[in-house]
């Protein structure tokens, strides 16, 4: 099955640890996107990639980090730097054509503990 | 920033009514696209239209854009409970891959 597949489902994490979202596509998509989600709230740009080993910084980058080493993997960290890191956190692909439409995971639900 | 701000930011209708979302943004945009999210779930694709297009259709979904004004509404005609998500406005801007959302619509359909 295509798709995009986001791991775990929910995190935990102490405050002052970095913590790493999976993202995972094999749509052959070229651009990856991470949003995060506030509750009640819209989406949120974080960082974004157009092509491998080429990521962009979104609206909200800071304490944040990614990786585009394989076409296929849009890792997140969320770093100890990120003073209020609960929240849901959405991870999308799309091809670089133009018009068309973003594919969204499931999402991950990260809660500092 | 937020490109595309939504409204209302709730709406509760009755089964068989219809639902209008609206969605303004503020810089020139090459599409604009409508999203639903059911609760605690990933986003799903409704529908997409070009900035050089004024009006789309899908099933029972209408999507208006007016780009004089910066907006756009998606109508939800007969609406049933299962509809029942936010709604979400998306753009993309022509020299940038960003794809920036809105906050939001939550509509209610009483069964």
């Known amino acids: 099955d295509g798709g995009i597949t986001q791991s775990p489902k929910y995190l935990f994490r102490k405050e002052g640890q970095n913590v790493t979202l999976s993202c995972e596509q094999n749509l052959n998509h070229d651009a990856m996107y991470w949003y995060r989600q506030d509750p009640g709230q819209g989406l949120r740009l974080i960082y974004y990639?157009?092509?491998?080993?080429?990521?962009q910084k979104g609206d909200i980058a800071e304490g944040y980090s990614v990786s585009r080493e394989k076409k296929e993997s849009f890792p997140l960290t969320v770093t100890s730097a990120q003073k209020n890191p609960t929240a849901f956190y959405l991870c999308?692909?799309?091809?670089?054509?133009?018009?068309?439409?973003?594919?969204f995971g499931q999402g991950t639900r990260l809660t500092v503990v | 920033s937020q490109q595309g701000e939504e409204d209302p930011q709730a709406l509760s209708i009755q089964e068989g009514e219809n639902a209008t979302m609206n969605c303004s943004y503020k810089t020139s945009i090459n599409n604009l696209q409508w999203y639903r999210q059911n609760s605690g779930r990933g986003l799903v694709h409704l529908i997409l239209i070009r900035s050089n297009e004024r009006e789309k259709h899908s099933g029972r979904l209408r999507v208006t854009l007016d780009t004089s004004k910066k907006s756009s509404s998606l109508l939800i005609t007969a609406s049933r409970a299962a509809d029942t998500a936010s709604y979400f406005c998306?753009?993309?801007?022509?020299?940038?891959?960003?794809?920036?959302f809105g906050s939001g619509t939550r509509l209610l359909v009483r069964p």
């Open positions: 990639s157009q092509i491998v080993n080429d990521f």
């Open positions: 998306a753009t993309q801007t022509a020299s940038s891959y960003k794809l920036i």
């Open positions: 999308a692909s799309r091809t670089n054509r133009d018009n068309t439409e973003a594919f």
